[in-house]
């Protein structure tokens, strides 16, 4: 059984309490983060999970509820009394300070002993590969090389707890799918567990051991990438995460784990069931867009197939975007490659045929 490194046991978090501008910035939230794990709180912007991050950190004072690191309760300490840090978004790195001094600042508030503190700084400029580094200012390194010395100097105290909050944020996208890579490989390295926060659903599926996606102060649900993306247990987190089709139909009968959904007057898709539905339940079934097959010989086409034409393409380089008009005010969005001779098998008006399994298209829980 996994050890707990993090217990949030039903926290809220109120901004000005009992007044006309009160903020209700977390509603209860319970949920465990496991040692060794990295684990990212994903979800948009005014969601609470930074507030979460900061309730960890000390940097907010909970309004119910508790906080337990390794067993122990940390809510009422102050955050120099936690074994946490923090990887703030911009990084703060002091300008006037070395690499090495930026590094080394932590662990002498500590008053680490000088050989210590000239180990631990070599140790983890190397952990980030910034050893050659050492002696530059910030000033004089790129942005991913600022990120490694925030990182550095969080991880020098041998934190139990590491925070990033959304560090990757400021950095181009080349860039920051390299740091992606590295970071999961650090957390490896480490054995620290990492607590990330984002709003990029990527980054979230790249990185994570479990995620925890919130909206309006809640979580709405936690599992792993997988878990998170092919079972979403609704629909905020359905189409948060990744790009999906959403249809709206009556369960008319119900076959094991299978049923069979009235869509429009006289269209019956079969769809795989999730939660607790009864026959007469109106209900979105979800479809993910690499799931659909596009074919064009209609010599070919089987019982699942379902005709319709082209409305609109967005071409996105490796990949297009097809918008398919079944009729009945049903449109649905697949997912095409180019040819070798990088044009596009299909045209804005032609007419194909829409594949999927039952099993790809899913009723939502809830």
Known sequence: MATAAINIRGVSKVYNPGSAQAVQALDTVSLTINDNEFFTLLGPSGCGKTTLLRLIAGFEQVTGGEILLFDEEIENLEPSKRSVNTVFQHYALFPHMTVAENVAFGLERLKKPKDEIKETVSKVLSLVK????????????????QQRVALARALAP????????????????KLRQAMREELKQLQRETGITFVFVTHDQEEALAMSDRIAVMS?????????????Y?????????????????????????????????????????????????????????LRPEKITLNTDAQ???????????????YLGNQAALTVDLGNDIKLTAQTRPREDGKL???????LFVEFSKRALRVLAK
Not at 158 to 173: G, M, N, R, Y
Not at 252 to 261: M, Q
Not at 345 to 351: A, C, L, M, N, R
């Open 345 to 351: 098998p299909f045209s804005v008006g032609d007419t």
């Open 216 to 228: 309006n102060g809640e979580v709405q649900q936690i599992g792993s990438p997988t878990e998170i």
């Open 300 to 314: 070919n086409k089987n019982e699942e197939s379902h005709e319709g034409k082209v409305a609109n393409i967005v």
């Open 158 to 173: 041998s934190p139990k707890v590491l925070l990033l909050d959304e560090p990757l944020s400021a950095l181009d996208l």
């Open 130 to 145: 910034l050893t050659e580094l050492a002696d530059r200012r910030p000033n004089q390194m790129s942005g991913g090389q």
């Open 230 to 286: 092919e079972h979403p247990v609704n629909r905020f987190v359905a189409d948060f995460i990744g790009d999906t089709n959403f249809i709206d139909g009556e369960i008319i009968e119900i076959k094991g784990d299978l049923v069979s959904c009235r869509i429009g007057e006289n269209r019956v898709f079969e769809a795989e069931n999730s939660g607790d539905h009864k026959v007469g339940d109106n209900v979105t079934l979800f």
